[in-house]
């Protein structure tokens, strides 16, 4: 029998709900908030309370959407951290409750993990070991992922999150939040080599990443070279920046492939959708390398990569379901 999943995620300023049939997404709705943008960045509070308001309607979209009836879920998930505690809540209770009230297993998801494995969704299966890069907004980390629960932490930023980088840098620029897809869009029609943002070196730490410098040495080109803000040359910049940021990733990526043996690499989280680091990586698939990206709607945050995680770690038993068991046991007292 199918296992059907149904799957929140309320980390950050996406409100989003998924319906799988075992790996197969039947519905992924996603509500982004873009009212941030006027704040030029995420207001904890008013993004929690927009997802109070938007979840219900959210989640019967996505029943809707996958033709599947409540009664035929068998297996709920949500985000249970990494992220904004106040809209963590939201989405974790709701899904809890979708639970309590079907009596069926409720899994919690770690956010960074549900992204590390969203490259493949759909697949039943997957190959071990390889090397991932999770990229995003919050988090740029290396993995060496040896199993569906067993990998280490061999890299990562020291200072910004490339995807908040991206973000700042947009600011800078007077682009509108979230500020990767804007310099993403730009960067096409501008020129990479205009100018060359340094990226740190961190000698010692040869996996880790640094990109707080990148981001400074734009604020300081732009001080000294553009008094008028209407002139900028803005696609050469985006493009000079994006560079930057996806050299430092690519090359660093790569070298611990080449340096552990592993052919397998697998690049998610928001910044993974950005069409150069895309292409940057897709390269080395002449060197017999695997890349693997998410689709594009995968990169950034979904439901679906939540409910594609729990449903593996429901198929191969990883996780105890004792949140169900406690849950028995509290509606035993009210039956006897
Ligand atoms: O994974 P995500 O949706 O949320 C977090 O878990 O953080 O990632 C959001 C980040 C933002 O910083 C956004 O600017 C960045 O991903 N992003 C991009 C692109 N699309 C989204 N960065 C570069 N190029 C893109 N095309
Ligand atoms: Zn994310």
Redesign the pocket.
Known sequence: MAIFTFAVET??D?TSAAILSDNTVLSNVISSQYFHSEFGGIVPELASRAHIKTIDKIAGSALEKSGIKKNNINLVAATRGPGLIGSLLVGYNYAKAFSIALNIPFIGIN?IES?LFSCFIGQDEIEFPFIALVV????TILFLVKDYTNYNVFGETQDDAA??A??KVAKMLGLEY????A??NLAKDGDENYHSFPSANLKAQIYDFSFSGIKTSVLYFLKKRFNDKSKLPLNDICASFQKAVVTSLVEKTMLAAKNFGIKSIAIS???S???KLRSGFLKFENDSYKIHFPEKIY???NAAMIGYYAYLKYKYSLEKDWQKELFEQAFARFKN
């Open positions: 980390s950050c996406e956010h992204h995003s907004g919050g988090h995807g908040e991206f973000d979230p500020g990767g897809p310099i993403d989280g928001g910044v959708a950005n069409s990169s950034t945050d």
